[in-house]
């Protein structure tokens, strides 16, 4: 058995990180775009608003599954072709900038009017309004949102197997079809366990540290 596992591992491995390097560019990507998107949302031009609010209704209101067979087998028919690695970061960075948007919207929402009226008392300009009274707050009441939706990514990432990338659930398919056995899902059940594990003890950090912005 243990034979069998440690044959195994390699390409679990190799599956898992290509997981982590689309949890990592999605990430890095989708929450600056969806700090902007939720200030677009905040805009006082109607039709910048507008468009952002259909881009968000659609995004949240169709699965992601459905986004990610769109741009890899939809596209292709009127001409836009892109490789299965961008077609899923394409798919995840817009799905995932549209729930982080809605995030930080209500974030800023939070914010009482009368903090912005004080800092123009005051005379702070509105990027320091903005660095000094409304990034904390702000940061402190969207962690536990945006933490909730990395765990999500995590997981989410698995849905790239239907365009045939090999990720982790890929690996472990391939293994389990080829040698008749679960121990394949059931250690890369015990990867995505870990890697969760591992993203909650990180983000239970960050938000501890967060409190110093109380």
Not at 66 to 74: A, D, M
Not at 140 to 147: A, C, D, E, Y
Not at 167 to 184: C, K, Q, W, Y
Request: aromatic share 12%; charged share 15%.
């Amino acid at each position: 058995m243990l034979n069998y596992i440690f044959s195994i591992m390699p390409s679990l491995f190799s599956g898992a990180w290509l997981t982590t390097e689309i949890f990592f560019w999605t990430t890095v990507v989708s929450i600056p775009l969806g700090l902007l998107v939720a200030f677009g949302l905040h805009s006082k031009l109607k039709l910048v608003k507008a468009i952002l609010k259909f881009y968000v209704w659609i995004i949240r209101g169709t699965p992601l599954l459905l986004q990610l067979i769109f741009i890899f087998y939809g596209l292709p028919t009127v001409g836009i072709v892109f490789p299965r690695y961008e077609a899923a970061l394409v798919a995840f960075i817009i799905n995932y900038a549209a729930y982080f948007a809605e995030i930080f919207r209500g974030g800023l929402q939070a914010v009482p009017v009368g903090q912005f009226e004080a800092a123009q008392v005051l005379g702070l300009s509105r990027w320091q309004t903005i660095n000094r009274i409304v990034r904390p707050q702000v940061v402190k009441i969207v962690l536990p949102s945006i933490g909730n939706e990395l765990i999500n990514l995590v997981k989410d990432s698995s849905l790239v197997y239907v365009i045939g990338l090999g990720d982790l659930l890929r690996a472990g398919n391939v293994a389990t079809a080829r040698d008749v056995s679960l121990v394949p899902l059931v250690l890369v059940g015990c990867v995505y366990l870990a890697m969760t594990a591992v993203l909650t003890a990180l983000l239970r950090v960050v938000e501890k540290r967060s409190n110093v912005w109380k």
